[in-house]
């Protein structure tokens, strides 16, 4: 059986890369693989992590700082997110950068920059990294502020954006918190607010709100909102509040309480006399959907009449043309609409006339009733109206497009895009999917999906992991190996840990699939093992099963020594990932193998060898015909303090079959269970019978099976028993007795077991299809 091939890591020696070009005299020169693309600073953070779970000497705190402060100004000139794989690393240092006593060289500006950087560009989810370490840049914020300004004072400003982070983070209860202490402590609260404090103040609720609003915490958000006015009553003039709470219950259709709270923002906004916020078309476009949802016609009726009570703006126009379309007026009768306005406008100066934003709104409104025929119309009516689509109306095009199903619709939609300026990269998301949706055809080839990549990659767009997972297992599918592992080093290290489990698990569903070639399975298993170093010991015991299953042992036991060899607690193999390998092992009959993991459980100081551990060892040492070295084990477990279970003793019975003398040893452990006054069940009896045959004694097994019916000791002769009692006797003479005993004294047992079937082992000696594997 010849070796696994050498990972990439190791030189990229492979089958596919092997292959002669003309005599091999001019070989292909290897591409070049690209290295791994670590935000700066990160890399360092991570061999912290490293060294530390190793207990080894960890670097100077000098150089941590230096690494903490290159990440976060790398992370705000390029306004990428700090994803919880990173924050990982990141709250690690900040942790040793405390115990060093190395936080007050950072300065207070730096850390209200990094808070504002995470509270920025943060996703909602919940993070419990990123909980933590914005608790604790909060705090020693907080400290170095105090430590120039007043003691009693508040830095509203830090809490907010700390509240902001705890909020997207899953964290807004304990932010709550923090600020309930602090509006119940005496004196922190001015007598009278400037207006810039109104505002951050107000900021603060409303980031709380929201992320009440997010962890679905209606309760908490009523009792915040009335806390609040309890310390604060000039809140109630703040219509920021009364709109998140009304885009709130908008959001969950329920209508009595979006009314409450529409009517407290319009009041507060009337009493402010801000006009703007009277004809705010967030809240009305909130509340206008929820009454097309609910069917609330007559109430949106009423806001309606409201808007036009004064000439509408022109995206309060866009907004009753949607209102129309949802109403059940058609695309035509909308059309007739755009006339009215044009025509109510064209002696203002303003110029008010249906634009491509117009034409969008009513695209989305369309996607959102699922009728593409629908969007395309819209579409047609802008252009009879001179109104070119621009590079929304295309990628909504596209959405729509790829939402039927419709690939190839979308792929012209996307050639249209092209012409237009992309630079704000809100076309990403969806060309995205136009990717996935491509290699998920099976309809497109290989140079039409690599152009789109190309763009991508040209514009250093972002590769959404559904896109990486999917054009990753098409180079794997074409051996394109290089490609690969270039793919996962430009993208994988800068995802969140979900984003990295979807790749890795693609690519071990590649490797899983009994229709990847073994060699093929085996480099895309290097790869990523490489890659994901973080697969937890689940996933490798799978991948270990795997090449059991294909029958490559020396390939199981090289995933094993790579999970024996690793530093992280939820990797190295158990007792159970020993035991499931062993069996493996056993199943194949492979004897280095076997050494070599008996071996490392020998040098494993976290493993003690229990019952179980000793079962499979027995099992697999059977197999692979060392059934004295077998032995040895059953010797251990009786005794041990845990001493063996059932599955010992059937497992230790089977060893006798082929062991030297084998049938002495099985009469001895007879021997020890009758004086243990263990029950001695049928399927006992059938081990045992097995054990005495085995080594040719067949006269001496129907002597003992005789004396059993005779006694009582074996209540009844049952199929299983005849048939281990032949399956184990040696050679066809040996068979042949057996089968005459066995016909003349239970004739109906013998065709009972004749209707099982029969099978022939290596020397073509027959078999009868018996169940009687046994598990540690």
């Given at each position: 059986?010849?070796?696994?091939?050498?990972?990439?890591?190791?030189?990229?020696?492979?089958?596919?890369?092997?292959?002669?070009?003309?005599?091999?005299?001019?070989?292909?020169?290897?591409?070049?693989?690209?290295?791994?693309?670590?935000?700066?600073?990160?890399?360092?953070?991570?061999?912290?992590?490293?060294?530390?779970?190793?207990?080894?000497?960890?670097?100077?705190?000098?150089?941590?700082?230096?690494?903490?402060?290159?990440?976060?100004?790398?992370?705000?000139?390029?306004?990428?997110?700090?994803?919880d794989e990173q924050?990982?690393?990141?709250?690690?240092?900040?942790?040793?950068?405390?115990?060093?006593?190395?936080?007050?060289?950072?300065?207070?500006?730096?850390?209200?920059?990094?808070?504002?950087?995470?509270?920025?560009?943060?996703?909602?989810?919940?993070?419990e990294v990123h909980r933590r370490f914005a608790t604790l840049v909060y705090e020693e914020g907080t400290k170095l502020w105090k430590a120039s300004n007043d003691e009693n004072s508040t830095n509203w400003v830090l809490f907010r954006l700390y509240a902001e982070v705890m909020s997207k983070s899953g964290g807004t209860s304990t932010a709550r918190d923090v600020l309930t202490t602090k509006l119940t402590v005496p004196g922190l609260l001015p007598a009278k607010w400037k207006p810039s404090e109104r505002t951050t103040i107000a900021r603060v609720f409303a980031v709380l709100l929201t992320g009440f609003s997010f962890e679905h915490k209606e309760e908490d958000m009523v009792s915040l909102i009335d806390r609040g006015l309890q310390r604060i009553p000039s809140l109630s003039e703040s219509i920021t509040l009364h709109r998140v709470m009304a885009v709130h219950y908008a959001d969950l259709d329920k209508i009595t309480q979006t009314?409450?709270?529409?009517?407290?923002?319009?009041?507060?906004?009337?009493?402010?006399?801000?006009?703007?916020?009277?004809?705010?078309?967030?809240?009305?476009?909130?509340?206008?959907?929820?009454?097309?949802?609910?069917?609330?016609i007559e109430w949106g009726q009423t806001i309606i009449r409201h808007l036009t009570s004064r000439p509408p703006a022109k995206e309060v126009w866009d907004l009753l043309f949607e209102w129309a379309a949802g109403t059940g007026k058609g695309v035509d009768e909308v059309d007739r609409m755009m006339d009215v306005m044009e025509r109510q406008n064209e002696d203002k100066s303003t110029g008010i006339s249906p634009d491509v934003d117009t034409i969008n709104r009513l695209v989305e409104f369309a996607i959102t009733r699922n009728d593409p025929y629908m969007a395309e119309r819209f579409i047609q009516i802008g252009r009879k109206r001179n109104i070119e689509p621009n590079a929304k109306t295309l990628v909504l095009q596209m959405d729509y497009r790829l939402s039927v199903n419709d690939v190839?619709?979308?792929?012209?939609?996307?050639?249209?895009?092209?012409?237009?300026?992309?630079?704000?990269?809100?076309?990403?998301?969806?060309?995205?999917?136009?990717?996935?949706?491509?290699?998920?055809?099976?309809?497109?080839?290989?140079?039409s999906i690599m152009n789109v990549a190309a763009d991508l990659s040209d514009r250093q767009a972002r590769f959404e992991a559904t896109t990486v997972s999917a054009l990753a297992v098409l180079h794997l599918s074409r051996g394109e190996l290089h490609d690969v592992i270039d793919l996962l080093n430009t993208h994988t290290f800068r995802y969140s840990i979900a984003e990295r489990k979807h790749v890795r698990d693609s690519i071990i569903a590649y490797c899983l699939n009994p229709a990847t070639p073994t060699a093929d399975a085996w480099e895309a298993y290097n790869i990523f093992r490489q890659v994901f170093d973080e697969t937890p010991r689940e996933q490798r015991t799978q991948m270990m099963n795997e090449f059991f299953r294909r029958r490559r042992p020396d390939m199981s036991v090289h995933v094993f020594n790579h999970m024996r060899t690793h530093t992280r607690a939820d990797t190295i193999p158990t007792t159970e990932t020993y035991i499931t390998c062993l069996v493996g092992i056993a199943r194949l009959r492979d004897e280095e193998s076997l050494e070599n993991v008996h071996n490392q459980l020998k040098l494993d100081w976290s493993i003690e060898p229990d019952t179980r551990v000793l079962n499979a060892l027995m099992l697999a040492y059977t197999s692979v015909e060392k059934s004295q070295r077998a032995l040895g084990f059953w010797d251990d477990i009786t005794a041990s303090k845990e001493g063996p279970t059932m599955n010992s003793i059937h497992l230790a019975l089977k060893a006798c079959e082929r062991a030297p003398w084998g049938d002495r040893k099985a009469r001895g452990i007879w021997q020890q269970l009758s004086r243990a006054g263990i029950e001695l069940d049928a399927d006992l009896w059938a081990s045992y019978a097995g054990a005495l045959a085995g080594n040719g004694n067949v006269s001496g097994t129907i002597e003992v099976l005789e004396q059993a019916l005779e006694k009582g000791t074996l209540g009844q002769m049952n199929a299983m028993i005849i048939g281990c009692f032949y399956n184990s006797a040696p050679g066809a003479v040996k068979k042949a007795d057996t089968e005459a005993w066995a016909k003349e004294r239970f004739p109906k047992l013998w065709e009972e077991l004749q209707g099982l079937g029969m099978v022939t082992n290596t020397l073509e000696y027959p078999f009868f299809r018996l169940n009687r594997s046994f598990s540690p």
């Open positions: 059986m010849p070796p696994p091939s050498r990972s990439w890591s190791e030189g990229i020696v492979t089958a596919k890369s092997q292959r002669r070009t003309f005599f091999n005299l001019f070989p292909k020169a290897a591409k070049d693989i690209s290295d791994a693309d670590y935000d700066p600073g990160i890399e360092k953070m991570m061999e912290f992590a490293k060294r530390k779970r190793l207990d080894a000497r960890l670097p100077p705190a000098q150089e941590m700082a230096r690494a903490f402060r290159r990440y976060f100004a790398n992370a705000s000139a390029t306004e990428r997110p700090v994803e924050m990982q690393y990141i709250l690690q240092t900040f942790e040793y950068l405390q115990q060093e006593g190395k936080i007050e060289g950072l300065g207070y500006p730096f850390l209200e920059q990094t808070l504002s950087h995470i509270a920025t560009y943060s996703t909602r989810r919940d993070s009314k409450h709270w529409y009517d407290q923002y319009m009041e507060a906004a009337a009493k402010r006399s801000n006009k703007e916020g009277m004809w705010n078309v967030e809240i009305h476009e909130s509340v206008l959907r929820l009454c097309l949802r609910k069917q609330e190839d619709g979308a792929l012209i939609a996307y050639k249209h895009l092209q012409s237009h300026d992309l630079s704000d990269n809100k076309d990403v998301p969806t060309v995205n999917r136009l990717l996935c949706a491509m290699c998920a055809s099976g309809r497109h080839d290989f140079d």
